[in-house]
């Protein structure tokens, strides 16, 4: 059997050969992991056909593999022969990055209920799929003719989680149904296993707190 070309040390997701962290262990804080990212979060990606070269963070991994894998541009675009799709690719991709998460923390991970900073996240956790929904009238992808980089950073698995109903979106409902159609995506959410995110919504409040605090260490404000 040949050695790995990339190895990804993440929570579920497709690479050659991927490995999978303990977040209950903290091994993401351990020293050895520590000297491959220095944030002692995941993803981490490590690319053994360059000197074991070492990428972190998920939007740096994605145009990393990307300049490197995509070279025919299938899901990217060139920046020197497209460079406004490029540049529109890149706008997308920090959009995502930056903006949409923090209300599942509040919401559900918090030790303890903060009405206003429930408020607060989800509001500009609607505005921004609401931004998204605006974009994806009357087109099939985020950025171009093509299915991109874009379009799997934004991908809103996790909007169950902010108790924020998509039937609401038509728009990104079906841009969500075009991209799990597609057979590769489809293959890489079940490596090394699909995430049971119905199953994760309907946990009692109480298990997710318990989790926040035994693996982030989460504890109210005495």
Do not use: C
Not at 38 to 50: A, E, Y
Not at 76 to 88: Q, T
Not at 104 to 131: G, Q, T
Not at 180 to 206: C, F, H, I, S, Y
């Amino acid at each position: 059997m040949s050695s790995p070309q990339l190895t990804l040390y993440a929570s579920p997701s497709p690479a050659d050969e991927v490995k999978r962290l303990s977040l209950k262990d903290k091994e993401q804080k351990s020293d050895w992991y520590l000297k491959l990212n220095p944030n002692g979060r995941l993803p981490t990606l490590i690319d053994h056909s360059k000197e074991d070269f070492v990428i972190w963070e998920s939007s740096a991994i994605l145009l990393y593999i990307a300049q490197h894998f995509d070279t025919e541009h299938k899901i990217s675009y060139d920046p020197i022969n497209e460079p406004k799709l490029y540049s529109e690719q890149l706008q997308w991709i920090f959009f995502t990055h930056g903006g949409i998460a923090p209300i599942a923390h509040f919401m559900r991970l918090a030790p303890e209920s903060i009405p206003y900073a429930i408020k607060r996240f989800r509001d500009e956790s609607i505005r921004l799929i609401s931004v998204l929904e605006e974009r994806l009238k009357d087109r099939e992808w985020l950025v171009g003719p093509h299915y991109s980089l874009a379009d799997i950073k934004t991908l809103l698995r996790g909007a169950k989680l902010l108790d924020v109903d998509l039937n609401d979106y038509p728009n990104i409902q079906k841009w969500l149904e075009r991209i799990l159609a597609r057979p590769k995506t489809d293959k890489g959410l079940n490596v090394p296993e699909r995430v049971n995110l119905d199953g994760m919504v309907n946990r009692p409040l109480e298990e997710f707190r318990a989790y926040g605090t035994a693996v982030f260490g989460f504890k109210k404000v005495e």
